[in-house]
């Protein structure tokens, strides 16, 4: 690899900045491999049999249409899922994009590859965190001071209880608050399925779920999870990480209710 050089470090020349892997017949997930764990979100691409899915839209770094036109060959729905950088980062480009009406699309907050930077504007502690949140640029003569989030002006409202009808599956969309007012996740009644976004991902051990971050709220978050303790989840993918079956779903919400019914009683 070439190198480029910024004012933050040297950064190696990625060569495709995005990874495809092919999940089931009608799923495929899309990451960014150059990403900083923590940023690196999960791009759903959900194949129905009259219209295509799209769940996030990852960082941003690179435009998806050119890098991936595949994913465009449809006019997917886009669904994000909440309005941080890493779910929302190509939002724009996609022709029909659905979100809740408490996530700001239309004015996020402004975009930053930098961790000191971001550690600030969502109220995050990274003292330990590199400098830049990606490892390798995305072409030569990349600046990373350059990123900036795009706004998506024209977002349709989608609700508790809305529906995204693909033609031989309809998902239900969920109004899960808790790690932002406006969170969202996208639910399968015919196969269990759940794109959860960043309500729930797995955990290594002593990770937490972001609840003290801006915009999020604990009481929230644990009605939102006790909500979804009671789903008939069979399989979640998440907007970070693996997928995960329905009894790790349950051990994470149960943990997530005693580490902060503990951290209350204290």
Not at 76 to 90: E, I, S
Not at 159 to 168: C, V
Not at 213 to 226: M, P
Not at 236 to 243: I, Y
């Amino acid at each position: 690899m070439a190198a480029v050089r910024t004012d933050a470090e040297e950064l190696p020349v990625a060569g495709r900045w995005y990874e495809v892997t092919r999940v089931t017949d009608t799923l495929t997930v899309i990451t960014e491999p150059y990403v900083d764990a923590l940023l690196r979100a999960n791009i759903w691409h959900l194949r129905g049999r009259d219209r295509d899915l799209v769940v996030d839209a990852g960082l941003g770094v690179v435009p998806l249409r050119p890098a991936l036109p595949e994913l465009f060959d449809r006019d997917p729905v886009l669904v994000v899922t909440h309005a941080h950088l890493d779910h929302m980062g190509a939002a724009a480009e996609f022709g029909e994009v659905r979100a809740h009406p408490r996530e700001p699309l239309h004015d996020p907050l402004p975009g930053t590859l930098r961790t000191a930077e971001l550690a600030a504007l969502l109220g995050l502690e990274l003292p330990d965190g590199p400098e830049l949140m990606i490892t390798a640029a995305p072409f030569p003569g990349y600046d990373p001071a350059s990123y900036r989030l795009a706004p998506v002006p024209a977002v349709r409202p989608l609700a508790d209880g809305d529906r995204i009808d693909l033609g031989d599956r309809a998902l239900v969309a969920l109004h899960l608050p808790g790690h932002t007012p406006g969170s969202l996740a996208l639910f399968d009644p015919g196969d269990g399925t759940l794109f959860s976004g960043d309500v729930v991902y797995d955990l290594d051990e002593g990770e937490e779920l972001l609840d003290e971050i801006h915009g999020a709220d604990v009481t929230d978050y644990l009605a939102s999870l006790t909500r979804l303790a009671g789903l008939p989840v069979t399989v979640v993918r998440p907007g970070h990480g693996p997928s995960f079956g329905r009894d790790r779903l349950q051990e994470l919400i149960e943990g997530y209710h005693r580490s902060r019914h503990a951290h209350r009683d204290r």
